[in-house]
């Protein structure tokens, strides 16, 4: 681009570029478009797409595509407060009592053909749903993996755990602004650690990480 963007190999609608070792990010949706980086690069920015297209600025993004952001100068909350309200009244969950935890760290799933049956449209909904969550939620993201093995046969004991799930949905991620953030990978896998079938089960982890900035 002639502006210095370069186009992502990951996402073809998002472009990046780094000025004096900051970074700038540019994400299109349709006739929507997101800028995102340091603020002066911003505004730079948005004065040259100005003079190329005719653009209205509508400031600080506050909902896109069912994500709600509040922001200010103490920090960035990100949820999905009007979406969870519609799932958990649509699967008559709306007065259930919350939890912390998305799954109990000892919890064995089985597929087991003797354990009772449950109506796979449901839970189908219910895994769909919490997929969509995910990227506000990514504690949730290691239960909804492990109850999204069980999408063809579920069992009672899946529905359950994937109830309780649903019951940790009011929470969002907050990005505190008095924070340095740091992004860590981690990869590993199990020997035989299926105890349905004793197949080898691997992972990746990632952890945001933060520091208090001085």
């Known amino acids: 681009m002639s502006m210095g963007f370069a186009k992502s190999k990951?996402?073809?609608n998002l472009s990046y570029k780094v000025v004096e070792d900051v970074p700038v990010i540019l994400l299109l949706y349709v006739d929507d478009l997101f800028l995102t980086g340091n603020e002066k690069q911003i505004m730079e920015?948005?004065?040259k797409l100005a003079e190329e297209f005719e653009m209205k600025d509508l400031g600080l993004m506050h909902y896109f595509l069912g994500l709600e952001v509040w922001q200010s100068s103490e920090g960035i909350f990100l949820n999905r407060g009007k979406y969870v309200v519609e799932i958990l009244k649509r699967l008559?969950?709306?007065?259930?009592?919350?939890?912390a935890t998305p799954m109990y760290s000892n919890?064995?799933?089985l597929a087991d053909d003797s354990l009772e049956l449950v109506d796979v449209t449901h839970y189908r909904q219910i895994i769909g749903s919490l997929m969509y969550l995910t990227n506000t939620r990514p504690d949730i993201c290691f239960a909804v993996n492990t109850l999204s093995q069980?999408?063809?046969q579920p069992r009672?004991?899946?529905l359950v755990a994937a109830k309780h799930v649903?019951?940790?949905?009011d929470f969002g991620q907050y990005y505190d602004a008095s924070h340095e953030y740091r992004l860590y990978g981690y990869t590993d896998?199990?020997?035989a650690g299926s105890i349905s079938d004793r197949k080898i089960k691997s992972g990746i982890c990632f952890e945001v990480c933060y520091e208090f900035m001085v």
């Open 150 to 152: 069980y999408l063809v």
């Open 156 to 158: 009672r004991v899946h």
């Open 189 to 191: 896998a199990d020997w």
């Open 92 to 99: 008559n969950m709306l007065k259930c009592k919350f939890m």
């Open 166 to 169: 649903m019951r940790t949905i």
């Open 10 to 12: 990951v996402d073809p």
């Open 107 to 109: 919890l064995k799933l």
């Open 45 to 47: 920015s948005k004065k």
